[in-house]
Every structure is written in structure tokens, then in C-alpha cells.
């Protein structure tokens, strides 16, 4: 779950420096959604959600890794309504791909008895996802897009939290807690 937890934090926390139009992103998104795949690789015996998502966390990768490139060429302010229409269908999968790996966690706690902190992450994710949406109604209201944009960053170190709370219950978990699988 460590590998998920660094995915997340990589893809849930942009930090960028502009040059003009260029955009050179700090924490890449793609690279976060490679770590997804390193975790779900190492959880998918516990769950067939971790199994399905997978394609789409490796479509992911490459719409991600094209969407950085387009960024540090300043291709993307050019991309106008497109770009925005791009930037919500990525922004959906990802909520698509957070949810179903919730789901696996809720999945773990019901097949195997443990607690590891899925109803709080489902809960912030249902608010992330409210907020995220919200952003790009921002972006025809910009005197919203700052409020809903720093809620949304907040809410994402709140997720970010309760996904670190998860991962070390399952770290502490004993090794016979999965015996059988």
C-alpha cells in the first residue's frame, strides 16, 4: 500500500513552475500513476478490483506522461476548450481509478475482518470528487476557481492522511491475517 500512497501523493499534489507558457511539472502525474501500478501489482491477490483497474491506470500513464510533454512545450494553453475538455475526462478517470481502489480496500476489510480506514477515505473521496468537478466550473466562474481550488488541494492532504492511516494499519497488519489468498 506504500507504492499506492506515493501514487496518490504524485497525483493528487501538483506542484509546477511556469516559464511563459511552458509548465514543468515538479511531481509528475504519470510517474504517480506508475507507482499505482507497482501497488496494485503487490494487492492484487487481495482483491479483483485491483486486478481490473489496471488498464486504465496504464492508460493513465500514457495520457498523463503526453499531457506533461504537451505542458513543457506550452502546447497545452493553446489546446483552448479542447484542453479543458481533455483536462475533464483525465480528471474523471482518475476519480474513477481512486474509486475503485477504495473499493478494493473495502473489499479487504469485508473479506478478511480488519479495518483499514475504508469508510473515512470513501467519504473524502465523494467530497474530493464534488470539489474537483467544481473546479472546472471555476474556470467559467473565476472568482470561485481560488476557493474551490484551495479546498481541493486541503482535501486532497486530507485523503492524503487517511491513505497514510490505512497504509499503516495494513503494514501492521500479521502475515497470517492473508494466509489462504
Do not use: C
Not at 122 to 136: N, T
Amino acid at each position: 500500500m506504500r507504492n499506492i500512497f506515493i501514487g496518490f501523493f504524485l497525483i493528487f499534489l501538483d506542484l509546477n513552475l511556469t516559464f511563459d507558457t511552458s509548465v514543468l511539472g515538479l511531481l509528475p502525474d504519470f510517474v504517480g500513476y506508475l507507482f499505482l501500478l507497482r501497488g496494485l501489482k503487490e494487492l492484487e491477490a487481495r482483491s479483483t478490483r485491483f486486478v481490473q483497474i489496471r488498464p486504465f491506470v496504464i492508460g493513465m500513464v500514457i495520457y498523463s506522461a503526453v499531457i506533461y510533454v504537451l505542458d513543457l512545450l506550452g502546447i497545452s494553453v493553446q489546446l483552448d476548450w479542447l484542453g479543458l475538455l481533455i483536462g475533464i475526462v483525465g480528471t474523471v478517470v482518475s476519480l474513477y481509478i481512486s474509486y475503485v481502489i477504495i473499493q478494493g480496500v473495502r473489499e479487504m476489510e469485508t473479506g478478511y475482518g480488519i479495518d483499514l480506514n475504508g469508510q473515512k477515505l470513501e467519504s473524502l473521496w465523494k467530497i474530493m470528487a464534488i470539489v474537483q468537478m467544481l473546479v472546472y466550473v471555476g474556470a467559467f466562474l473565476p472568482i470561485l476557481l481560488m476557493l474551490f481550488a484551495i479546498v481541493g488541494v486541503v482535501l486532497s492532504i486530507l485523503f492524503l492522511i487517511a491513505w497514510n492511516h490505512a497504509r499503516k494499519r495494513y503494514e501492521a497488519l500479521p502475515p497470517q491475517t492473508f494466509s489462504g489468498t
